[in-house]
């Protein structure tokens, strides 16, 4: 599976778009781009996946640049309650297996 | 839809006893079922992948007898942690996966404590 990077951490401020970068240069034709987040010992929290167009859903809109080697995750207006880590993972769909990286901690402040 | 609890939320046991974890798909059929750990501060790092009725696939490093998982049913897998060790205390999660539909659905996971 591709490796995905992203920034440790961001700043947002509440009732702002918040825009999480992730770098996947090295993904497969056949592989989508999924983001998770984990909310402070919980379980992660599926919240949108793609291929290589724009997804859109009620919790997030998903970016993908034309070459597919980056996304952006984007929570239109981020709340408190979207404090959390950020995963971005790429995989193939008929692969099983998420690979998870060190996210990104997102601080939504008031 | 799609939710996936895990039984218990937290527990604390003493080293040398073993300890049986639940995960079960409240509303829906999971072919396939997921069991990670989690260090703090750390990323998710997959144990294991159970398909319902078969043995479950064990990824490198993690010991198959000390992490027995059972997938008995398409709505139930169990993880028992045999002969804990305090280095088991851990965040343990949950997953289950449909054939059909690519994501995951995730547990609220299990605190485990072992004095």
């Known amino acids: 599976d591709a490796k995905t990077t992203q920034p440790p951490s961001m700043d947002c401020a509440e009732g702002r778009a918040a825009n999480l970068p992730c770098n996947h240069s090295?993904?497969?034709?056949?592989?989508?781009v999924y983001w998770y987040r984990q909310i402070h010992s919980q379980g992660p929290q599926y919240i949108i996946h793609g291929l290589k167009n724009n997804e859109t859903n009620e919790m997030a809109s998903l970016i993908i640049t034309e070459d597919r080697k980056s996304s952006t995750l984007i929570l239109p207006h981020a709340t408190l309650r979207d404090t959390a880590v950020y995963y971005c993972?790429?995989?193939?769909?008929?692969?099983?297996?998420?690979?998870w990286g060190l996210g990104t901690s997102l601080a939504v402040n008031p | 839809g799609a939710v996936v609890s895990q039984h218990p939320s937290w527990v604390i046991c003493k080293s040398g006893t073993s300890v049986k974890i639940e995960c079960r798909s409240l509303d829906f059929q999971a072919t396939t079922m997921f069991w990670y750990r989690q260090f703090p501060k750390q990323s998710l790092m997959l144990m294991a992948t159970?398909?319902?009725?078969?043995?479950?696939?064990?990824e490198q490093g993690v010991e198959k007898d000390k992490f027995l998982i059972n997938h008995a049913s398409l709505t139930l897998s169990t993880l028992t942690v045999t002969s804990a060790h305090p280095e088991d205390s851990s965040f343990y999660i949950c997953?289950?996966?449909?054939?059909?539909?690519?994501?995951?659905?995730f547990g609220p996971g299990t605190r485990l404590t072992v004095t």
């Open positions: 997953s289950a996966r449909v054939t059909s539909i690519y994501e995951q659905y």
């Open positions: 993972i790429v995989n193939a769909g008929n692969n099983r297996k998420l690979i």
């Open positions: 090295t993904i497969s034709g056949n592989e989508y």
């Open positions: 159970s398909n319902e009725g078969s043995k479950a696939t064990y």
